[in-house]
C-alpha cells in the first residue's frame, strides 16, 4: 500500500470517528471517500481492506485522541453544525434539550432480535446521536418462565446491535438490579400506593366484577409485613402477588390493579445470571417504570402496542412523584416474506430438528439472519431511517430492502460467473485463447485469466441453450454441432452485428462444484453449477456477483456452498 493511500484513509476514518461521537463505520469512510476522490474509485477493493484496518485502529481512541490525531496530520476538523433551516433526516423529538436527551433500546434476551427490534434501537440511537445525548442499552430479563431469557443470546445482541452500527453508551441488566425493585415497591407499598394481593383466582374475578379485592384497604404494617412473608419465601407460587392500586371501575380490566410482582419457583425455572437467587420477580411494566426513571430515560421510542403500558406505568410515576418520559409510539414494522415471529421461529426450529440452521438461518427476519444472508448493516438502517416514527404500520417487501442493498452491493462486489444446470461442451477452435475477464467493470485492472484451447471442454447453462449460436464473455463468438462448441471468431462487432446473445461459461479445468442457497418461505430452492475456481481467493461472507444470475454470499468452504440474496 503507498503511504499517500494510508494518509487519505487514516484522515477520513478520523473524520468519520469524530462526525459519529468517535465511532467510524466502514462503509460510511468508503462512501466519503469514494463520493469525494472519484480516481480512488479503480481501487476500491484495496480500499476496503485498508479501511477496516483504520476504523478498528480508530475505534480504540477517544474522540479527544482522534481531533489530535487529525491535527498531526496538518487538519483542524469540527463537525458542522447544521442549519437552522436545513432539514434534518428525522422529525424533532418533543420537548428535547441538546445535550440532555436519553434514549433506551430494551431488548428482552429470550432470543435474538429481529429487523422489527432494529427500529427502536436504531432510531433510539440516531436520536441520541442528533442531540448529543446518550442511549443506553438495557436488558429486561425479569420473566424466567414465560419469557425465558437464554444466556447466550445476550451477547448476541450486543453482536448484532455492533453490526448494525449501534454503539450504547452504557448497559444494565434487570436481573441484576433485583434490590433496586425491592427497594421501589417497599416505599410504594410505604405510600399506600402498593399491596400485598393473598385471593388467588378469586380476587382476578373479583377484579373483572370492578370489585376491590379484600387485602387492598389493610394497614400498610400489614403489607409490609406480607412484603416481608413474600420475600422470605413464606407463599408459594400463585398464593401472593403484589398489586398497584388504579381504578377498580377503569374500562380496561387489564389497568385495574395490576399486577407488579409475582412469585416464580426459581427451582423449577432458574435464571440463566441468578440461578435460583430470586424468587419474586417484578412484572414487566414495574421494572420498566423504575428503571426508566432512574436511568434518566428522557425518550421513549418504541412501538403502538406499548400503548396500553404507558397507561399502566403512568401510576407509578403519580405515586412515585416523577416526570414521565416523553413516549413516541410508531406503528409495527413487518418484512413481508420473512419470519419474524419469535415464539414461531422457537416453535418450528423446535418441531424440525436438523432443518434450520440456526437463529441465524437466512430464511429468518433475524438481523443475523439478514446477516449472513448478505445484507448489508447501512442497508438495514437505511430502510429503517426511511421509515422512521411514523405511526401507521409499515409493510416492506423484500423488494424493498433488495433494491437499497443492491445500490451499495454493485460497486463492492466482484463479479465471477457461475453455470447452473450445467452442459458439457468440447471446443473446436484453431488455437489457445486467453480469455482475460475484470472482476468489476468499474475496475478494469483487476482481472483473471482463463485458458481456452482445442479439445477443452467448457460448460454452459442449460437455460441458455434456446440460441445455437452466441457469444461467451471475454472469449469469442461460438455456434453450437451437436456436443461441440465450434469457434466462429473473437469479433465483438460481429457479435453486436449478429445480435448474438453474450452468455457466461466455465471451462472444466478452471471450475468447482458448487450449492447457492436460496430462501424461498421456510424452505430453500438449490441451484447446483459450476463457478469458476478463482472463487476461492474469497473468504467465507464476501458477497459476489453472479453474472446474470444475481448476489451471493460465502457461507462455506468445504463443501462450498452460498446463499442467494438477490438479483
Known amino acids: 500500500m503507498s503511504e499517500s493511500l494510508n494518509r487519505i484513509v487514516m484522515v477520513y476514518t478520523l473524520r468519520n470517528a469524530i462526525e459519529h461521537n468517535g465511532k467510524a463505520q466502514s462503509n460510511s469512510v468508503m462512501s466519503m471517500i469514494l463520493g469525494e476522490r472519484p480516481e480512488l474509485r479503480s481501487r476500491a477493493k484495496e480500499l476496503y481492506g485498508l479501511v477496516n484496518a483504520y476504523v478498528e485502529k480508530v475505534n480504540l481512541m477517544n474522540i479527544d485522541q482522534q481531533k489530535q490525531e487529525l491535527s498531526n496530520y496538518g487538519i483542524v476538523f469540527e463537525v458542522k453544525r447544521k442549519e437552522k433551516n436545513e432539514e434534518k433526516r428525522l422529525p424533532l423529538l418533543p420537548n428535547a434539550e441538546e445535550g440532555k436527551v436519553v434514549t433506551r433500546f430494551a431488548p428482552n434476551p429470550d432470543f435474538v432480535i429481529h429487523i422489527g427490534n432494529a427500529r427502536p ?27 425465558t431469557p437464554i444466556k447466550e443470546a445476550y451477547d448476541l445482541i450486543r453482536q448484532d446491535l455492533n453490526w448494525l452500527g449501534v ?46 379485592l379484600p387485602d387492598r384497604n389493610k394497614s400498610i404494617d400489614v403489607q409490609m409485613e406480607n412484603f416481608d ?178 445500490k451499495k452491493l454493485d460497486f463492492l462486489s466482484d463479479r465471477l460467473m457461475f453455470v447452473e444446470d450445467p452442459i458439457k461442451f468440447i471446443v473446436e477452435q484453431p488455437s489457445c485463447i486467453d480469455a482475460v475477464i475484470p472482476l468489476h467493470p468499474d475496475r478494469p485492472e483487476k482481472k483473471r485469466s482463463v485458458n481456452v484451447c482445442n479439445g477443452d471442454e467448457i460448460y454452459i447453462s442449460k437455460n441458455d441453450l434456446n440460441s445455437k449460436r452466441f457469444r461467451l464473455m471475454e472469449l469469442g463468438n461460438y455456434q453450437i454441432e451437436s456436443d461441440v462448441l465450434k469457434f466462429i471468431n473473437k469479433d465483438v462487432k460481429y457479435a453486436r ?3 448474438l446473445p453474450i452468455i457466461q461459461w466455465v471451462s472444466s479445468k478452471d471450475s468447482i462444484k458448487t450449492d447457492v442457497l436460496e430462501p424461498r418461505g421456510l424452505e430453500f430452492n438449490i441451484h447446483r453449477g459450476l463457478v469458476e475456481n478463482y472463487i476461492v481467493n474469497y473468504k467465507i461472507g464476501s458477497k459476489l456477483q453472479f453474472v446474470r444470475f444475481g448476489f451471493v454470499i460465502i457461507d462455506k468452504d468445504n463443501p462450498l456452498t452460498l446463499f442467494y440474496i438477490h438479483k
Request: hydrophobic letters at 35%.
Open 229 to 406: 412473608k413474600i420475600l422470605n419465601n413464606y407463599f408459594k407460587e400463585g398464593q401472593a402477588v403484589i398489586r398497584i392500586k388504579t381504578d377498580i371501575n377503569h374500562p380496561n380490566p387489564s389497568i385495574r390493579d395490576w399486577i407488579a410482582f409475582r412469585i416464580i419457583d426459581s427451582d423449577k425455572y432458574p435464571h440463566p445470571l441468578v440461578g435460583s437467587k430470586y424468587n419474586v420477580w417484578p412484572t414487566y411494566n414495574f421494572a420498566v417504570s423504575v428503571d426508566d426513571h432512574l436511568l434518566g430515560i428522557t425518550h421513549v421510542l418504541r412501538g403502538k402496542e406499548h400503548e396500553l403500558n404507558t397507561e399502566k406505568q403512568k401510576f407509578v410515576y403519580e405515586c412515585m412523584k416523577w416526570k414521565m418520559p416523553n413516549y413516541i409510539h410508531f406503528g409495527r414494522l413487518k418484512l413481508e416474506g420473512f419470519i419474524m415471529s419469535k415464539s414461531y421461529i422457537r416453535k418450528i426450529m423446535s418441531e424440525n430438528p436438523g432443518k434450520f440452521l440456526g437463529y441465524d438461518d437466512p430464511r429468518f427476519g433475524t438481523i443475523s439472519g439478514l446477516r449472513r444472508r448478505g445484507i448489508l448493516s447501512e442497508s438495514i438502517k437505511e430502510l429503517i431511517m426511511d421509515v422512521g416514527i411514523k405511526t401507521g404500520d409499515a409493510r416492506l417487501s423484500w423488494t424493498n430492502l433488495a433494491s437499497i442493498n443492491r
Open 167 to 212: 454503539h450504547p453508551d452504557e448497559e444494565y441488566i434487570q436481573s441484576l438490579r433485583m434490590e433496586i425493585f425491592y427497594r421501589a415497591i417497599r416505599e410504594m407499598i410505604a405510600k399506600g400506593c402498593a399491596y400485598i394481593d393473598l385471593s388467588g383466582e378469586e380476587g382476578k374475578k373479583m377484579l373483572l366484577n370492578k370489585q376491590e
Open 121 to 147: 434501537a436504531i432510531l433510539s440511537y440516531e436520536y441520541a446521536k442528533m442531540y448529543k445525548g446518550k442511549m443506553i442499552l438495557r436488558f429486561e430479563d425479569t420473566d424466567p418462565r414465560t419469557k
Open 497 to 499: 452485428n449478429e445480435k
